[in-house]
């Protein structure tokens, strides 16, 4: 059965500074995603990764993957606010050819003032 | 705005009724997937459909749940005789046919409350 294991689960850090969530998963898979999720709200996509060695950024937030470790991290490079969330990173499983997301178990962020 | 729709976004009801969910994939969207989240915890996955077909559904999906997409276009689920445990946030999520069907938009939810 495949497992997605995120860590920390929670997160505490003050505006500035940096830090790394970790996502490890249990089985082969090609392909990551990183969302997040406010309070209340759905899912919003963040990065896909399809390859093994994938980085991508966006602002203050780098991902990138590593399929032979089976694991991807989430940077945050000079935390603001905003970036207070929960994130979630999921593995696409093919099963009886169709496919399907596992998530993690979620880290959530708070950013102090 | 043409992303994944959602109908109720919030639906409060008592034990042992019946509910039913909507979900509006974007548009052409041929892939459609259930999910439930509970707080705290991450999303998982309840029932996936490619087109009309329900192609798998989740040991967690039991006999009181079902889920249809006539036609391929909007999907629904629904829940007969709800009980308290499936107070949960019921996420729905489209992805086009090509390329693979990787990347999935959610819709903004259904918040089920059993009281």
């Known amino acids: 059965e495949l497992k997605v294991e995120q860590n920390p689960l929670f997160l505490s850090m003050q505006e500035g500074k940096n830090y790394t969530i970790y996502c490890n998963y249990s089985?082969?898979?090609?392909?990551l995603y990183w969302y997040r999720q406010d309070p209340g709200k759905s899912l919003e996509s963040l990065f896909v990764?399809?390859?093994?060695?994938a980085v991508k950024q966006e602002g203050r937030l780098m991902a990138s993957l590593d399929t032979k470790a089976r694991l991807s991290t989430l940077h945050i490079t000079a935390a603001v606010h905003d970036l207070s969330a929960t994130y979630f990173c999921?593995?696409?499983?093919?099963?009886?050819?169709?496919?399907?997301?596992?998530f993690g178990t979620g880290t959530r962020l708070k950013v102090l003032a | 705005d043409t992303g994944v729709s959602q109908d109720p976004r919030h639906k409060i009801t008592k034990r042992g009724q019946n509910v039913t969910f909507r979900c509006d994939p974007i548009?052409?969207?041929?892939?459609l997937y259930w999910y439930r989240q509970t707080l705290g915890q991450g999303p998982e996955f309840l029932t996936y459909?490619?087109?009309?077909?329900?192609?798998?559904k989740s040991r967690l999906l039991s006999d009181r749940f079902s889920a249809e997409r006539p036609k391929g276009s909007f999907s629904t689920l629904e829940i007969q005789r709800t009980e308290q445990g499936d107070s949960a946030m019921y996420l729905c999520?489209?992805?086009?046919?090509?390329?693979?069907?990787?990347?999935?938009?959610f819709g903004p939810g259904t918040r089920l409350t059993v009281t």
């Open positions: 999921a593995v696409d499983l093919l099963t009886s050819g169709t496919y399907k997301y596992i």
């Open positions: 089985t082969t898979s090609d392909r």
């Open positions: 999520a489209s992805s086009p046919w090509e390329p693979l069907p990787y990347e999935q938009y």
């Open positions: 548009s052409e969207h041929n892939h």
């Open positions: 459909f490619q087109n009309e077909a329900q192609l798998e």
């Open positions: 990764l399809l390859s093994n060695g």
